[in-house]
Structures are given as structure tokens and as C-alpha cells.
Nanobody, 123 residues
Framework: QVQLVESGGGLVQAGGSLRLSCAAS????????IGWYRQAPGKQRELVAA???????TYVDSVKGRFTISRDNTKNTVYLQMSSLKPEDTAVYYC?????????????????WGQGTQVTVSS
């Protein structure tokens, strides 16, 4: 099994930046793919970005060019650097252990989720 803890959320003005962290424990981190999801009030949870155990990356179209996902296997941590934030980025952000499909460059969620961290972007 694996445990996930998100951190780094907060309140920021439109155009500002935040960096989220997802710390993992309980299994070999270097062997896992990690995805960042977000859920706003009244909306379904959506995939934002994902990174494979080998460093392959995918993003949802709405954040391309603004968000960067990365991982540090020595620290068992995945990061989501968010810049040029918009009010529509406001949501609770969750990380997830899943599977990265290299042939399609897509990510499929697994059963392990963190508790989430709130990101609020004011306008």
C-alpha cells in the first residue's frame, strides 16, 4: 500500500504562482506513476497532470504552458509548479498513484489518494 500527503495550497491573486507537493510513503516510490487531479465545487474531479516512473509527462490542455509536473525520487515527492494562475484553477488538488500508458501518453487513476490541498485564485 501507499500513503499520499498533499501540501502547498493557499490563496493567490490571478497571475500568481504556487507549488504543490505530494509526498508518498509505503511502497517503492520510484516504481510508481503519479497524477495530480483537481475538483471544484459542483464539478467532477479532473486530471491536471501526470508523470510516469521514468519521467514521461502529460497535461490537460487547459494548463499546458502554465503548470509543470516533476518528481524527485530521492525525496519520494512529486511537485506541481503552477504559474499564471486563473480563477478557474480554484479547486481542491489531489495526488493519486496510478498507471501511465506510454503508448497513448495518458494516465489512469488507481485506488490511492491523498487528502487534498485547497488552491484559491482571486480575481
Amino acid at each position: 500500500q501507499v500513503q499520499l500527503v498533499e501540501s502547498g495550497g493557499g490563496l493567490v491573486q490571478a497571475g500568481g504562482s504556487l507549488r504543490l507537493s505530494c509526498a508518498a510513503s509505503g511502497s517503492t516510490f520510484s516504481m510508481t506513476a503519479i497524477g495530480w487531479y483537481r475538483q471544484a465545487p459542483g464539478k467532477q474531479r479532473e486530471l491536471v497532470a501526470a508523470i510516469s516512473r521514468l519521467g514521461s509527462i502529460t497535461y490537460v490542455d487547459s494548463v499546458k504552458g502554465r503548470f509543470t509536473i516533476s518528481r524527485d525520487n530521492t525525496k519520494n515527492t512529486v511537485y506541481l509548479q503552477m504559474s499564471s494562475l486563473k480563477p478557474e484553477d480554484t479547486a481542491v488538488y489531489y495526488c493519486n498513484v496510478g498507471r501511465y500508458l506510454a503508448y497513448s501518453g495518458s494516465y489512469r487513476s488507481g485506488d490511492y489518494w491523498g487528502q487534498g490541498t485547497q488552491v484559491t485564485v482571486s480575481s
